[in-house]
């Protein structure tokens, strides 16, 4: 065969390759902010044991209490807090640092003025701080400019910069609201229905999700 013929045939075969492959898109870019699925090292460790240091009865929640939500009564020590808040940070902001959900069934925010939004790994709020004090300060004159300009874009994913989205003051916050809901608001409640009247994804109504935490403990719980 002539080389040139030979170089038709091969554009050919190419070209024949080619036309028969499928259009298939690249991946989307998935941002992930967050641990990975029972990495204890990703930092959260660190900052459960600042938090337990602070409220040390925490660590030693009865079993009877915590039974329902995991059965096999384990130690509330510092490995079942971080995985416990990883398995929360799920279900509630897909561990998304900067995550913001507008409550439609709640009034406006006495801080901000406006409709309450749940913001951060955790979901909180800045009207937090009326509720549970400094632990929960999230400095809303700083936020303040930048809140509002996120809010009326109605974006999902606030500015970084705002304190709010801070993992170590939602920490500071979520741990604080621990506290209160199981020892001073509810000192005979289960734990999951004391931590439930916070965080929704807590309630055992809502079946999806509350399973969805519960998983997140295999392990530990079960």
Not at 158 to 179: L, W
Request: proline residues 8%; contains cysteine.
């Amino acid at each position: 065969m002539q080389p040139k013929s030979l170089l038709v045939v091969l554009a050919g075969i190419l070209s024949a390759c080619t036309s028969t492959q499928p259009n298939i898109p690249a991946p989307p870019v998935v941002e992930v902010i967050g641990p990975k699925p029972g990495d204890l090292a990703f930092g959260f460790r660190a900052l459960v044991e600042r938090e337990l240091a602070k409220y040390p009865k925490l660590k030693e929640i009865p079993g009877d209490r915590i039974a329902y939500f995991c059965p096999k009564k384990p130690k509330t020590d510092v490995e079942f807090w971080t995985r416990f808040m990883e398995a929360l940070c799920r279900p509630e902001s897909n561990c998304r640092a900067t995550m913001t959900y507008i409550e439609g069934t709640m009034d406006k925010d006495p801080i901000t003025g406006r409709q309450v939004r749940s913001e951060g790994l955790f979901q909180m709020s800045y009207q937090d701080k009326n509720s549970y004090g400094p632990a929960c300060d999230f400095d809303w004159p700083h936020d303040r400019e930048m809140a509002l300009s996120d809010f009326d874009a109605k974006l999902k994913y606030g500015n970084p910069a705002r304190h709010i989205y801070s993992v170590d003051r939602q920490f500071a916050c979520a741990f604080k609201v621990f506290s209160d809901h199981l020892f001073r608001y509810s000192p005979k409640a289960d734990f999951d229905q004391a931590i439930g009247s916070y965080w929704y994804v807590m309630k055992r109504k809502h079946r999806e999700e509350f399973e969805s935490v519960q998983s997140g403990m295999k392990g530990i719980c079960q």
